[in-house]
C-alpha cells in the first residue's frame, strides 16, 4: 500500500509543520488537488504554492489535475517540482497525447476516472499511464462519504488490467477513505491511498499508523 496523504485537508496555516507530520509517519507520496473552478466548483492549489510545498519535503508530490484544459498546466506543475500528474478522462479529447506529454517531462502519468465514468474511458489508453485513479466521491469537496459502487468497479479494473498483460498499472483512490474502509478498499485492488481527513483530522501519526494497522 502506497499512502498519499491528501493535503487539501491539512491546516493551511501549518502546512510546513502538518507535511512534516506526514512524512514522519510514514507517509510514502503527498497528494495536492488542483481545481479550477470550473471542471469542479471550487477552486484550490495553483502552482505558485508548488515551490513551498517542494521546499518543505522530499517524498514524490502527486498533483490531481482537476481542470478544463490539463494541458496547459502540465509543463507549469511538472517544472515546479510535481513528481505524478494525473488527469481527468472526461476532460481530455487526445488522453494518449497527454499522458505521452506528463511521461516526456519525466512524470508518473496518470488516467482519473469520476464515479460514473464508464472504466473503458480509462482502459483503452492504459497502456500509455502508470497509474489509475478512481474516484470513491465526486470530485470537488472533501470530506465527502465514500461510494459503494467503488468497490466492484476497483475489482473490474483490477481484472480488466490483468487480462491486458497491464498487471503493474497501480490503482489509485481518492474520496472518503479512511481507517474504517481501508481494508476492504485494499481488497478491491486499491494500492495507492488517497486519504484527507483520514489523516489529518485528529492526530496525523495516529491516523496513519492505524490505517497502516488495518490493512
Not at 499512502?3 to 487539501?8: C, E, I, K, T, W
Not at 504554492?49 to 484544459?69: E, G, K, Q, W
Not at 483490477?158 to 481494508?183: F, M, P, T, W, Y
Request: negative net charge.
Amino acid at each position: 500500500m502506497i499512502l498519499a496523504p491528501s493535503l487539501l485537508a491539512a491546516d493551511f496555516g501549518h502546512l510546513s509543520s502538518q507535511i512534516a507530520e506526514c512524512e514522519a509517519a510514514g507517509a510514502d507520496i503527498l497528494h495536492i488537488d488542483v481545481m479550477d473552478g470550473h471542471f469542479v466548483p471550487p477552486i484550490s492549489f495553483g502552482v505558485s504554492l508548488m515551490p513551498a510545498i517542494r521546499a518543505a519535503t522530499t517524498l514524490p508530490l502527486d498533483v490531481h489535475l482537476m481542470v478544463t484544459n490539463p494541458d496547459h498546466h502540465i509543463p507549469q506543475f511538472a517544472d515546479a517540482g510535481a513528481n505524478w500528474i494525473s488527469v481527468h478522462a472526461e476532460v481530455c479529447p487526445h488522453l494518449h497525447r497527454t499522458l505521452q506529454s506528463i511521461r516526456q517531462r519525466g512524470c508518473r502519468a496518470g488516467i482519473v476516472l469520476n464515479p460514473a465514468t464508464p472504466l473503458t474511458y480509462a482502459t483503452e489508453a492504459a497502456e500509455h499511464a502508470d497509474f489509475i485513479l478512481l474516484m470513491s466521491v465526486n470530485p470537488g469537496y472533501g470530506g465527502q462519504a465514500f461510494i459503494p459502487s467503488f468497490f466492484e468497479r476497483c475489482s473490474s479494473l483490477r481484472e480488466s488490467l490483468n487480462e491486458k498483460g497491464l498487471s503493474h498499472i497501480q490503482i489509485e483512490v481518492d474520496g472518503g477513505v479512511n481507517a474504517s474502509n481501508i481494508k476492504a478498499v485494499c481488497d478491491a485492488g486499491a494500492e495507492i491511498i488517497v486519504s484527507g481527513s483520514g489523516v489529518f483530522k485528529g492526530d496525523i501519526a495516529q491516523n496513519i499508523l492505524q490505517i497502516r494497522a488495518n490493512v
